[in-house]
């Protein structure tokens, strides 16, 4: 599996990592270029890490989120690991400053990354993506980013919790365009509730509205663990990012501004 990395130009060692993982018929160039994450990395001193799926694993280079045995931190995900403590060893990364994130597919898959290794990352963000552990196959997958799991996503959540009796814990950004008819918002709803109970979070949640959005925040005392953006008009596609690229859409708010706003709120003991 090829990569790439995006370095910042400081000359110290990193401040973090950032792992990027593209959808379905993209590239990781492609997805690059479109959130544009390279240059808000940069002003925090971020590397940048972008994962590509092989074709001969995935004819339109989708990550098998919807695969069991991927759920359960196999099938791509041990090469994914093995790229990042590659890079965090040669450029000696600020390991407690671990971030993993993705669109459609990329999400679903960054998502799996995080829930199987949550003392690795400090925090996961997810554009578009589908919720968590109830996929048996490419068929039921669609069925998923169509209509949710149903009463399966709780029981994906619990299954973690059981599987990892001491699980610390994950912070998550959690982004959806209400007009996504690929991964529709029945997807975000059940991966909030997901991170609820993952992150065993009660109470109201903060709401903000902006425009174009509204942001559920929710806390664990005043640790925002949890954000759920809703964002108005958006299809499938990276918001506020180069829209020259698939998948990618360029009115606001910006996805990757974000998500890095997100992240640098949290960092592993």
């Not at 590659?86 to 669109?103: D, F, L, P, S, W």
């Not at 399966?152 to 814990?169: M, S, Y």
């Not at 020259?244 to 708010?253: D, I, L, R």
Request: aromatic share 8%; glycine share 8%; proline share 7%.
């Amino acid at each position: 599996m090829r990569y790439w990395l995006y370095l910042p130009n400081s000359l110290s060692p990193p401040e973090g990592l950032i792992v990027m993982l593209h959808g379905c018929q993209q590239t990781a160039t492609q997805f690059a270029q479109g959130t544009r994450m390279n240059l808000r990395a940069e002003k925090h001193g971020y590397a940048v890490l972008y994962p590509q799926q092989l074709t001969s694993h995935h004819a339109q280079r989708c990550w098998k989120w919807y695969d069991p045995a991927t759920q359960a931190g196999g099938g791509d995900a041990p090469t994914i690991i093995s790229m990042i403590h590659k890079v965090t060893t040669q450029y000696a990364v600020n390991r407690r400053r671990i971030y993993v994130a993705g669109i459609s597919a990329g999400a679903g898959m960054a998502n799996i990354l995080a829930l199987n290794h949550p003392r690795l990352f400090a925090a996961v963000g997810l554009h578009s993506g589908p919720v968590f552990g109830a996929g048996r196959n490419a068929l039921t997958g669609i069925g998923i980013m169509h209509h949710g799991a149903g009463p399966r996503a709780d029981v994906a959540a619990h299954e973690i919790l059981l599987r990892q009796p001491d699980f610390p814990g994950m912070p998550a950004i959690l982004l959806q365009g209400e007009s996504d008819t690929v991964v529709r918002p029945v997807n975000q709803a059940q991966l909030a509730r997901q991170s609820l109970l993952l992150n065993r979070l009660t109470g109201p949640a903060k709401i903000t509205s902006k425009p174009r959005s509204t942001m559920h925040d929710f806390y664990a005392g005043r640790k925002l663990m949890l954000r759920v953006a809703r964002i108005e008009q958006l299809e499938h596609a990276w918001s506020g990012g180069d829209a020259t690229q698939p998948f990618t859409a360029k009115a606001a708010p910006d996805a990757s501004k974000m998500m890095l706003e997100f992240f640098a709120r949290h960092q592993r003991p």
